[in-house]
């Protein structure tokens, strides 16, 4: 108990005088994550687009494969992105391997069928009416995708939202290709598991802490955005 | 060639049935064509098809006499305008809304804003500029539908019902303003309805459509003195019935 009290003390203090490792870690981890979801999305964006537009064969297992993605366990990808990237491997070349580009690769790969779906599932429920309207507009494909996404747009940032706490939360597959080097490419959750076997708890609780503020963060803006596009639709 | 724009051969079908076999329709410049038909005789999937917005599975669509290419029908499209039977709105201010389509088509904001606030106007419907357009009500959203179609100033204007579910009162003032609008721009026109007064008073030719075939075309009066079909002169004779009910009514 005493332990705990210590901890989160110290946890608090370290917070409030902006501890310079504590504060490095926070901008790398956000910098990492923030870089991998918004490539996933841009991936996202357009294959969604096409999912939700054309009717195609393989449509349904496409869809099917995108929400099967949404569980796939990051220490399966981590082992995935080490195999790609690992010196010998076909990617070698490019020595990747424990870099931070690496965790950006591993959590673009888990972001992207949780943003994939979430988008595609959001742009699937902008009315096929209003689809006719807007091409009847004269909107070229371009034109129409944008104001889709415009449509969709507190439904989408909720996917980014998802995706965000998807990576940002993940531990695996950032230890497995990145390393867990200081100052390199060492995240807020690989520092946790680190500082929390070295018995360094005060440390581990003022890490912790941040990621739950970030996880508060995220559903608060959800909360406001729902409340958002509930106004918006029945009246100003 | 005075035909703006006309299909030819064209043919819907679902899964199961055919819900559309129309050998040629063509819409001549400046006249009102109607369409007329019980529910689901493929009027609004005519009307999809004729703005380009269904591709038939067989069947070609003419602009001015030259055929409507994929690679075309965008920017055939931005001479067209439609008003659909249910009014359809973005997510954003009914000022929004109406300079949309300009601002798609190439109009710069200032003159977009000048077109759209005009056209509310002549609507009556300048009150509502500023509200969010999901929020109106049925009479109000079909003004405003309107506005925004004549705002496009199209070469045609493809309407689906947009005088149904009003009341009485507005339907009256707001199909005057309508065909008021109608007769100054001198827009070629297809008109689908359920009411055969509308047709009268305002359509230069007419088309019957029945389970996805044309029974019949030519003047309104043609087709209220000579129906051809059985099922057509009854549904007639349950117009006039319906008229005289409401006269009697009166
Ligand atoms: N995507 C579709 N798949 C299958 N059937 C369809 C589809 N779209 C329309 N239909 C059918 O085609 C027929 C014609 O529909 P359409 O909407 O063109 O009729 P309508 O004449 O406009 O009717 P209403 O007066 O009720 O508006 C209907 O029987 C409808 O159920
Ligand atoms: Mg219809």
Redesign the pocket.
Known sequence: MDTIVEGVKKAVLMLVTLDADIYRITLFTLKVSGIATLISLAISLPVAFFIALKDFPGKKILISLANLGMGLPPTVVGLWVCLLLWRSGPLGRLRLIYTPTAIVIAQTVIATPVIMALVTAALQQVDKKLRWHIMALGATPLQMLFLMVREARYSILAAVIAGFGAVISEVGASMMVGGNIAGYTRVLTTAIVLETSKGNFEDALALSFILLLMAYLGTLALTYLQQRRHKDEYGN | MNTVIEGKDINVK?RERV?LDVKRIGLNKGEIFAVI?P????????LRVMALLQVPQRGEIYFKGEKVARKDRVRIRRKMAVVF?EPLFLNATVLENITLGLKIRGVNQRVAMEKAEYWLERFKAEKLSNRWARSLSGGEAQRVSLARAFALEPEVLFLD?PFSNLDVFIRESLIADFFEALKTTGITTLFIT?DLEEVLLFANRVMV?MGGKVVQEGTPLELVENPLTDELKRFIQAWERSKAKMLHLL
Do not use: I, M, P
Not at chain 2, 39 to 46: Q, V, Y
């Open positions: 679902s819900l038909g529910n689901g005789a493929g009027k609004s999937t005519l039977q019902e359920h459509l």
